[in-house]
Structure formats: C-alpha cells, structure tokens
C-alpha cells in the first residue's frame, strides 16, 4: 500500500483499497469528492502544521465505515467523533449539532466512532454555529481536518467584521498621531488595496 501510494498517489491507492474489498466499491468517489473539498479549503489556510498532519492521518489512516440514518455509507478515520461525522455530512449540519443518537442511543459529542456504526445528528432548531470549544484539542471534540477547518472557517468569518471596524480605528488613530490627514479608505487606496 504504502509503496503504491508513494510511485502513483493516493487515487492509486484508494482504487488499490477498492479492488480487495468491492463491499465499498462506491467509496473512491467519496474520497475523490473529499480531496476536492480539501483542495478547495486548501487556498484558505496558511501553512499549518497541525493541519497538514491531520489530513496526512485522515488520507493515510485506518479508517471507520459509517451508517447515515438512510443506510448511506461515510468513510471517516478512526477516533472520528459524531461531529466529524456530522461535518462529514454536511457543514451546516455540523454547525448546528447539538446531539447524536448512535445505534439508538443518545451520546456526547466527542464519543469515538466505530465500525459499522450508524449516527443519527440532532440540529439546533435555530442556527447558532459551531462552539470553539471544539476546536480544543483536548477536549477531542472533532478529530478529522475537515471539520476543524470548516470550524475554523466560520469563526473567522464572523470575527471580519469586528476586525475590520478595529483596523479602521488603529488607521485613524495612528494616522493621526503622525499627522497623515486622509481618510482610512484613502490610505488604503495608496497601499494598493480596493477599500
């Protein structure tokens, strides 16, 4: 496998993977659709340690077949927990997870997944997005890179606005502490930025 992986990739690999097991045939495009989402979440993280090594652990680990209510089938490392599984599913299913039913029992929320398992996700009625309590480490809440980055994701966005209105106040006062008599926006014009 991992010689397999390192002379023609992981495609080559997943497809590898199929071929022993034709239970899952329907699996490489799963993943293939999941390297797609990676490669477009790609472009809105920085260089990251801890991230790059999590997708190394969900691409290459051993991983855990997953049952949805309707019998659909998710893929997901092991240790993944019913919020990775609802991230799995859908970003905004995982925003508003609020509790998980596995096997018909109600769990917590950083309960290991296993095989086989089925996870039924329970929604908030109103949306109120995801708690940064899960992103702790610790606390294991989320374990896949896809989840900590839709995570991620959310809390910057609603943090651009309050960031915003701060760098305008730091240009204004700093500007006039130096004595620059322009406006934020047209200092920002000068630095080559559109606003």
Partial sequence: DMHLTAEEGIAAHWAYKEEDNQTFGHQYESKMSWFNQLLDGQRDVAEDIDYLDSIKKDVLGDQVFIYTP???????????????????????????????????????????????????????????????????????????????????????????????????????????KLGIKKTAEEIALLSGFEN
């Fill in 70 to 176: 309707k019998g659909d089938i998710k893929t997901l490392p092991v240790a993944a927990t019913p919020l990775d599984f609802a991230y799995e599913v859908h970003t905004e299913l995982g925003h508003d997870c609020v509790s998980a039913v596995v096997n018909g029992k109600t769990v917590s929320l950083e309960t290991s997944l296993k095989n086989g398992d089925t996870v039924e996700i329970r929604k908030s009625k109103n949306s109120r997005g995801p708690r940064l309590d899960w992103l702790n480490p610790d606390l294991q809440f989320v374990t896949t890179s896809k989840a900590k980055l839709k995570i991620r994701q959310w809390f910057r966005k609603q943090e651009r606005k309050s960031n915003i209105i701060r760098g305008v106040q730091i240009i204004e006062k700093e500007s006039k």
